[in-house]
C-alpha cells in the first residue's frame, strides 16, 4: 500500500479545525483522554493502560494499523540516519521495536565494508538506550530482544524513567526518538525541553505519533474506524475495550500538526519539521539542536 507523504515546514498554513474536533487541551492542562484528571491521577491512569496492554501492545498494534506501523517505524529510523558508535535515547520504546530497527539499520552500515579494526571499535562503543516509564512494557521489551538476540554484545541498554525528567546527562545523546508515546505524558513540553537537554549540538529529535486528518471525507471514515471499531478490537484481543476507548480520545486531545511543530521550536530546536503519512493519521516531527 502506497503512503501519502506531505512534508510541511514551520509557516506553512495551519489545517483547517473542523468542528467535529473535540477542543484541545494546552499541554499543560491535564486530560485522560476525554476526561479531565488531576496530574497525579493521569500518570496512575495511563500507567494501569500500558500495565494492562503490555502483553498484547505489538498484536494490536499490527491489528489497529494493518501492519502499517512497520512501515512507518521503519522510515522513522531511516530519517535518523544510524551509525556505528553512536549513543542513542529511544523513550517510550519499551517493546523494543524502535531499537531493534536502529541495531539493524547500523548492522548494515557496519556491512558495508568499514576497516575491521575501525568497525570494531565503533561497535564497541554502541549503545541504545531504551527508556520506559512500565516496567511491564520493558519486561516485554527484553523477552523479545533475548528472543530475537538484540544486544548480546550490551548495545541495548534497557532503562525504566520518566520522559519528562530523565536520568542521562547533558549533551548525552546523538539522537532521540520517541514512538506512540509522547500524546501519554502529562507535559510535553517538559518532554521536548528534556530531550533538547540530553542531545548533542548536532543531534536529531525524531517523534512518530498519530495524528490529525486533514481531509473531510477521509477523517470521516477514519473517525468511524478509530471509535467503533479500535475499541471493540481492544476488547476481543486484549480483553481491555477501556484502554483502547483512551487511545483513540488521546489522538483527538493531541496538538495538531503544526501547533507540534511550534512547541519543538520553542524547546529550542532548529529546522523543525514534520512529515505526514496516510494523510495524517500518522505524523514525524523533527527537529535538530543546533
Request: hydrophobic share 40%; proline share 3%.
Amino acid at each position: 500500500m502506497a503512503l501519502g507523504a506531505a512534508t510541511k515546514r514551520l509557516g506553512n498554513k495551519l489545517f483547517p479545525a473542523l468542528s467535529a474536533t473535540p477542543r484541545l487541551l494546552h499541554s499543560h492542562a491535564t486530560s485522560f483522554g476525554f476526561k479531565h484528571v488531576n496530574e497525579e491521577e493521569k500518570a496512575r491512569m495511563v500507567g494501569d493502560v500500558f500495565t494492562s496492554v503490555a502483553a498484547s501492545y505489538d498484536t494490536m498494534n499490527d491489528l489497529m494499523s494493518a501492519g502499517l506501523h512497520r512501515l512507518w517505524k521503519e522510515r522513522l529510523v531511516s530519517m535518523l540516519n544510524p551509525f556505528p558508535g553512536m549513543k542513542h535515547l529511544d523513550v517510550a520504546g519499551g517493546t523494543g521495536d524502535v531499537a531493534f530497527r536502529i541495531l539493524d539499520n547500523i548492522n548494515r552500515v557496519k556491512q558495508r565494508g568499514l576497516p575491521d579494526g575501525f568497525n570494531d571499535a565503533l561497535e564497541s562503543e554502541t549503545r541504545i538506550y531504551v527508556c520506559d516509564i512500565n516496567p511491564n512494557m520493558l519486561n516485554v521489551g527484553k523477552q523479545r530482544a533475548a528472543a530475537k538476540g538484540y544486544g548480546e554484545d550490551g548495545s541495548l541498554v534497557w532503562v525504566e524513567g520518566n520522559a519528562e525528567s530523565l536520568s542521562f546527562q547533558n549533551e548525552s545523546m546523538d539522537g532521540y526518538t520517541i514512538a506512540f508515546g509522547i500524546r501519554n505524558v502529562t507535559h510535553i513540553e517538559k518532554v521536548l525541553s528534556e530531550a533538547h537537554r540530553v542531545l548533542k549540538h548536532g543531534g536529531r529529535f525524531l517523534c512518530l505519533e498519530l495524528s490529525h486528518v486533514s481531509l473531510p471525507i477521509f477523517k470521516e471514515l477514519y473517525d468511524l474506524y478509530s471509535f467503533s471499531v479500535i475499541p471493540r478490537l481492544g476488547e476481543m484481543v486484549a480483553g481491555d475495550r477501556e484502554s483502547y476507548q483512551y487511545l483513540v480520545e488521546s489522538i483527538r486531545r493531541f496538538p495538531p500538526q503544526e501547533k507540534f511543530a511550534s512547541m519543538i521550536a520553542d524547546a529550542g530546536f532548529q529546522k523543525v519539521e514534520y512529515e505526514n503519512l496516510v494523510g495524517g493519521v500518522v505524523a514525524i516531527h523533527s527537529g535538530v539542536k543546533i
